[in-house]
């Protein structure tokens, strides 16, 4: 008797569960990020009954291929979150990121913050909602600064006060010979990698004159270290030899705990007039994978998940900043100092371009920059064969 | 094996008195005959369907063409009334009239997300046009999406290489066409027609004609075979026969050459009588290849197909644009391997003067030749060394030391490198703290090439002695202490006793030791990608490491795949010249 039951229970469960649709995403979440996502999934499941949504962590490092080797060929999620520097790139090879257009109206734009919403954007056309951003912003030792600089005079003055290399202890530090973190002043002095076109502009003025201040803090002010990386960066400001840090959120979870900080908007630059420094922000944006067979319920699943509520969960609990305006007027998220350091600092930053040809800057810009801070070279030359190498990189790629 | 052709038996060689072939295989003219119609199906029968393939996609094509035509007649009807309102239903309804090919159409304009005319039965579900699209129709306006970024794309990058129309063939033989209308310089719509053909015109090559040319060499053969006693003429007229064949027969004469060279290795296996060998040395061993037949399956999945694979995408052009394109559509031939052999430019001319173009094949083969041969020399000479000195007897602690010096060997070696590489850091770097301790200048490691090979090599020397060490050790306590004690009485001095005894000894376990280490220096990856990254400039970039970079920074998968193969028959000339050279030492010791 107990058997048949089984039986007869066994063959009206999967009937149960075909009354729902499954959505599989994918997303490379850790620690209290993921935490802080999979309650989000998990309120998502309570609140109806229709689509079961199941989260999958998988490994950063194997993210993206894993993507661009199963998604085309519809083994893969049916949304998955990634940044959007590849994001044209997936566009291009085709069958990877469905376009949302078609879904989109001016009230649920409206609730993300513009910039973030320029990020999701290709060739005119829109492939996904913006979920978090990250941006790079000044970390200080409240020990070491007692009022953060305003502008890069005041931040050489107060540096050069602080460093002593001999013992070695620097004013500022951060990893300046690394692209992204010195786009913020590429970008400040009206440089970058790429026009609105899309075209490279490696050797463009702005870059020179951007790479001229930074060897001059190097060479001539001295206030920051020789060959940094992240690891001596992190370990001088928590040895409080480093007063000073220019990084985004993944540095505040390095930090150790005896050190007291404070965040504060990267000062404006003086040798551009007073212009911003403007940091590259990139967004994690939230895709629906094209070969999909539930576009729809994936797309009401993505609208929650960038929704008020999810986005206050995954700003307080996972400590993330989310791309959603409206979360900041709630009264916890506008209590919290670190987020709202980071939405200030959102306003002076520029999408990190999504192009396809983005993966093709890191390595001669990379070699360009290394040349510079080596003395190899100077910038206007390096930067001269970095846009050729790429040119030529591009062309060969589209021939 | 069954003989393929047995009305050939006995053999027309004209040499009676020779032994008899063994009864169940083809006399020499029957396998050249059969190798002959073999290959001539292979090429002919792989040409033809080519060829059908090839005029069938034609066909479509020109009839695609001509239904464009119309659809670019429906598109200009909805522009010239604005793309959108009320006029374009009638407008499209009196058009259509003068359209007999034309089934059905619907205009839609992507601006306003509306659907505004159509009479196609599916669209008339949701309500009757105008309309806004439903939901289910979201492809349309995708469609009309993709229509406006390749029209934009093209006029921005003034080419035509995005497609400005969508063709697509219905089971019914309709074809369903596409085409965007343009109101006041941009795309706001387009309109779909799906049409009846023109009956296409076959061009197929009729299938007989293959027939006839995969018989006829056969035929011919067998002919001669009547007249041609000696087998060596039989098979190169056979070769002859095979290849002309094959000219006549191409339609494209490009294509018709790997077909050529694949027919005539057919020709050869078969005509030669190595097939027939291959397959009674199957059937004789049968039990042995049964029990190696796992092995050799395991072999095939996860050795020969990754390596096969390489080696086909090393002839396309596939990178991360075309990365799921088929592979025999990106087709290039040798083109990549050409681009790597002929890439001599190693000078560049910059302002500054000639400068060697780091990133140029030549350069970085002569770098991993450097790295290797240095890396090789001073672990054989340090890791000698420390044997010779732990090798004295009644050493105390002599356990301790060997444990001490394998160590090195023992820790990962990216843990190994990383520490190296903190070790030469400019500032805070140990190694330029000591050189401050006795007065110098701190050293900025990674500058210039000469110093970043000198991190590298020494990094890597750290990983390589305690192998050789080890390997020298075992070695030497091999080696019996009366030649020692005998050449002592002979008056030798120490240098000679190393030079005669201790180095002959060694040379058998040194240099099967030598080759590995030399292998694994040429491709080793990690110390090279984790020091020094290639700084300054790619300088001091290995083959690996620089084969790594295309196809993962520069995404070009089919150029760093032929380069991986260059870097295999590199190897593979080294070991065979290697075996070569320890087969000699072999047969004088």
Redesign the interface.
């Known amino acids: 008797m107990k058997k048949t039951l089984l039986v007869v229970a066994a063959l009206l469960f999967p009937t149960l569960l075909a009354a729902q649709t499954e959505i599989v995403v994918w997303h490379a979440y850790r620690g209290g990020e993921k935490t802080a996502f999979e309650k989000v999934v998990n309120n998502y499941n309570a609140s109806q009954k229709n689509i079961k949504v199941s989260a999958l962590a998988v490994p950063y490092d194997a993210f993206a291929d894993k993507i661009?080797a199963a998604v085309?060929r519809g083994k893969g999620p049916d949304i998955f979150i990634y940044a959007q520097d590849r994001l044209g790139?997936w566009v291009?090879?085709?069958?990877t990121i469905?376009?949302i257009?078609?879904?989109l109206d001016k009230k649920l734009t409206d609730r993300y913050i513009p910039s973030t919403m320029q990020a999701m954007t290709f060739?005119?056309?829109v492939y996904g909602l913006p979920l978090n951003y990250k941006v790079i912003t000044m970390v200080y030792n409240k020990a070491l600064v007692k009022t953060p600089p305003k502008t890069t005079g005041e931040l050489v003055k107060l540096a050069k006060s602080l460093t002593n290399?001999s013992s070695?202890r620097f004013g500022l530090a951060y990893w300046y010979p690394n692209w992204y973190y010195h786009a913020i002043l590429f970008n400040g002095f009206g440089g970058g990698v790429f026009n609105a076109?899309g075209k490279p502009i490696v050797n463009t003025q702005g870059n020179v004159q951007a790479t001229n201040l930074m060897m001059k803090w190097m060479t001539q002010d001295k206030i920051v270290?020789?060959?940094p990386s992240t690891a001596?960066v992190t370990s001088l400001f928590n040895e409080g030899k480093a007063a000073i840090v220019f990084s985004g959120p993944w540095f505040l979870e390095e930090i150790s705990p005896k050190v007291q900080w404070g965040l504060a908007p990267l000062p404006t630059i003086d040798e551009a007039g007073g212009k911003p420094m403007r940091p590259w922000i990139s967004v994690e944006g939230v895709y629906i994978a094209a070969p999909s067979k539930h576009?729809?319920q994936a797309f009401e699943f993505a609208k929650y998940l960038t929704d008020t509520p999810a986005a206050k969960i995954m700003a307080l609990e996972g400590s993330q900043q989310p791309a959603n305006r409206l979360v900041y007027s709630d009264a916890q998220v506008a209590a919290n100092p670190v987020l709202k350091a980071f939405r200030t600092q959102l306003d002076t930053g520029v999408p990190m371009p999504n192009v396809?040809e983005m993966?093709?800057m890191?390595?001669p810009v990379t070699?360009a920059m290394?040349?510079i801070v080596?003395?190899?070279s100077t910038p206007a030359?390096a930067f001269n064969?970095a846009q050729k190498?790429v040119e030529a990189?591009i062309a060969?790629?589209?021939? | 094996m069954a003989s393929p052709a047995p009305q050939l038996e006995p053999a027309h060689d004209g040499t009676p008195s020779r032994t008899p072939a063994p009864p169940r295989r083809a006399s020499g003219a029957g396998r050249i005959a059969v190798g002959v119609l073999l290959a001539a199906l292979l090429a002919v029968g792989v040409m033809h369907w080519l060829d059908v393939r090839r005029s069938a996609s034609r066909s479509q094509g020109a009839e695609a063409e001509a239904t464009i035509v119309v659809a670019r007649a429906a598109a200009d009807v909805a522009a010239k009334l604005g793309g959108e309102g009320e006029g374009i239903a009638p407008a499209m309804t009196a058009w259509a009239q003068s359209q007999p090919s034309v089934k059905a159409y619907r205009v839609i304009n992507i601006d306003s997300?509306s659907l505004e005319a159509s009479t196609f039965p599916a669209d008339q579900q949701e309500g009757a046009p105008p309309r806004r699209?439903a939901?289910p129709e979201?492809p349309l306006?995708?469609l009309g999406?993709t229509l406006?970024?390749n029209v934009?794309?093209n006029a921005?990058e003034q080419t035509t290489g995005n497609p400005e129309f969508t063709v697509e063939r219905q089971a019914s033989g309709d074809v369903l066409v596409a085409a965007p209308f343009k109101v006041d310089g941009a795309v706001t719509g387009f309109a779909q027609i799906l049409a009846t053909p023109v009956a296409p015109k076959s061009t197929a090559p009729p299938l007989w004609r293959a027939l006839a040319f995969i018989a006829a060499p056969f035929l011919v053969v067998l002919g001669l075979t009547f007249f041609v006693r000696n087998n060596t003429i039989l098979f190169i007229a056979g070769l002859v026969l095979l290849l002309a064949t094959i000219w006549l027969h191409a339609t494209e004469k490009g294509a018709s050459y790997g077909l050529a060279t694949a027919a005539v290795l057919l020709f050869v296996f078969v005509g030669g009588g190595y097939a027939g060998r291959t397959s009674s040395a199957l059937l004789e061993h049968r039990q042995a290849y049964w029990y190696i037949a796992p092995a050799i399956i395991g072999m095939l999945l996860l050795v020969f197909f990754p390596f096969f694979y390489g080696i086909i995408l090393s002839f396309t052009?596939q990178?991360?644009?075309?990365?799921?394109q088929p592979l025999t559509e990106l087709w290039i031939g040798a083109k990549n391997y050409v681009d790597i052999i002929t890439d001599v430019n190693i000078f560049r001319n910059?302002?500054?003067g000639r400068q060697i173009n780091y990133?140029n094949f030549y350069w970085t083969l002569f770098f991993t030749i450097l790295w290797t041969v240095a890396n090789v020399a001073i672990g054989v000479a340090v890791g000698l060394v420390l044997a010779l000195v732990l090798n004295t007897k009644n050493l105390r602690f002599k356990a301790l030391y060997r444990v001490l010096l394998i160590l090195p060997w023992a820790v990962p070696n990216y843990i190994t490198a990383l520490i190296w590489k903190g070790m030469f850091?400019?500032?805070?770097g140990v190694i330029n703290q000591v050189i401050q301790i006795f007065g110098g200048d701190p050293i900025?490691w990674?500058?210039?090439p000469a110093t970043s090979f000198a991190a590298v090599v020494t990094t890597n020397g750290w990983l390589s002695f305690p192998f050789m060490m080890v390997v020298s050790l075992g070695a030497l306590q091999s080696i019996p202490g009366d030649l020692y004690e005998a050449a002592r009485v002979d008056g030798a001095t120490r240098w000679q006793q190393f030079r005669s005894i201790t180095l002959p000894s060694l040379k058998p376990a040194l240099i099967p030791a030598i080759i590995l280490s030399v292998v694994w220096t040429f491709n080793m990856f990690n110390i090279i990608y984790l020091v020094s990254a290639g700084?300054?400039?790619?300088s001091t970039e290995i083959l690996i490491t620089q084969a790594y970079?295309i196809a993962f920074?520069?995404?070009?998968y089919g150029?760093a795949a032929a380069y991986s193969t260059v870097i295999f028959a590199i190897l593979l000339i080294y070991g065979i010249f290697q075996n070569r050279a320890t087969r000699a030492t072999e047969s004088i010791a």
């Open positions: 661009t085309p790139g291009a090879a085709g069958n469905e376009p257009d078609f879904y060739r005119k056309t290399s070695g076109a270290p020789l060959e001596l576009k729809e396809p993966t093709m890191w390595s070699t290394n040349a080596k003395k190899a030359a064969a190498e990189n060969k790629l589209k021939k | 997300r699209l939901r979201k306006y995708d999406q406006r970024t934009e794309t921005e052009r990178n991360i644009y075309t990365a799921n910059t302002p500054a990133g850091h400019q500032q805070f900025s990674f500058e210039k700084e300054p400039a790619g970079k920074e520069q995404y070009r150029y």
